[in-house]
């Protein structure tokens, strides 16, 4: 296999989004986006053709040029995706790439008045757009969301909270359990706070100030700030720890925020919702370091308890960890791609 890009078969458009959504959010984050789109072969040359539509959202600190990533004899996602429709092995769709990420790394797809809103710059600006500037089939059924991690999160809750919007969704290692996924990893922060006698802030400060990721507790520590941020911010938008910083003991009220995004515990809920889904994949590795394994495992039964039917469940445990697992977003996205083009 060639170590350097190959061609793609479709195209890649490259777009920047002016949000007004997210003018003036909590941490100054830009407001004007980068946004990718994917059209697959034979989109130009059958101008009277609409395809489905699936958005792509990337993981946690994850930022678009990540998709176009490649490591030695592996080929990044968009390539592996243009190939399937290239050789016809799947019905062609649109591919959205969605950025979210703001200073602390990521906005797990909600509104939050610790980060802006994410959430509704996804459902009621990015979608629009795409329908608009793209021959999409524009409604719920052709419409889904695939994503891996805090992007696995984000596939999992927005059609909870949007059903109307879409109607399918895949979810890779996503962020799920959040007593297993979390718990473990307060424990450890708490360790890594005594460096900075208890304080996530000075730990922030430090990281700023050096090259990122060059300490051992910096992607942890990264990822609890910002998920606070996000999930448990106080009335000014200052992001507050669900756990004591110097025991690691869980402080309730707060960590109840937490549990409140968990879409194991979203689930009875939203029932209704995860019923009316046309596809829904569910994957992760039995290695996983956050124990997403056990997340989706959950998250698997929780469908079934709210009356999902198992035809349209895709499941599977397979043997890996957390990283480098982008492999097994083209099989998932052929998959929906065939759910979607079935007549509804």
């Known amino acids: 296999m060639a170590p350097w890009p190959t061609a793609l078969a479709g195209r890649i458009d490259e777009h920047v989004i002016d949000s007004a959504l997210l003018r003036d959010n909590p941490l100054g984050d830009p407001a004007q986006r980068p946004l990718w789109v994917y059209t697959p072969p034979g989109y130009d040359t059958d101008p009277g053709r609409p395809y489905p ?3 792509l959202l990337l993981g946690y600190a994850g930022t678009l040029p990540v998709w176009r990533n490649r490591t030695p004899y592996r080929q990044p996602v968009p390539e592996l995706v243009d190939g399937i429709f290239a050789r016809g092995e799947a019905p062609p769709m649109v591919l959205v790439f969605v950025d979210a990420w703001t200073t602390y790394g990521g906005s797990q797809y909600i509104d939050s008045p610790g980060t802006g809103r994410y959430h509704s710059y996804l459902c009621e600006e990015v979608v629009p757009w795409v329908d608009a500037h793209y021959r999409t089939v524009a409604d719920r059924d052709h419409r889904a969301l695939a994503g891996k991690s805090s992007g696995g999160l984000g596939a999992m809750i927005t059609p909870m909270l949007r059903p109307d919007l879409f109607g399918a969704f895949a979810t890779h290692s996503g962020d799920s359990l959040s007593e297993a996924q979390y718990i473990p990893h307060f424990l450890m922060a708490a360790r890594h706070l005594r460096a900075y006698d208890g304080d996530i802030f000075r730990w922030w400060d430090d990281f700023r100030s050096r090259v990122a990721f060059t300490r ?3 992607l942890r520590l990264l990822e609890l700030l910002g998920v606070s941020s996000c999930f448990s911010p106080a009335a000014d938008g200052t992001p507050r ?22 879409p194991v515990r979203m689930a009875p809920a939203h029932a209704g919702a995860l019923r009316s889904q046309r596809a829904i994949w569910i994957d992760a590795g039995t290695r996983d370091e956050w124990f997403l394994d056990l997340g989706a495992q959950a998250f698997r039964d929780a469908l079934a308890e709210a009356g999902v039917d198992d035809a349209v469940i895709r499941f599977e445990l397979f043997d890996g960890g957390h990283h480098a697992v982008e492999y097994r977003m083209p099989p998932a996205l052929a998959w929906l791609s065939r759910q979607m083009a079935d007549p509804s």
């Open 53 to 55: 539509v699936t958005y």
């Open 216 to 218: 051992d507790e910096d």
């Open 241 to 262: 720890l669900p756990f004591d910083p110097r025991t690691g003991a869980l402080l309730p009220e707060i960590w109840q925020r937490w549990l409140d995004w968990d």
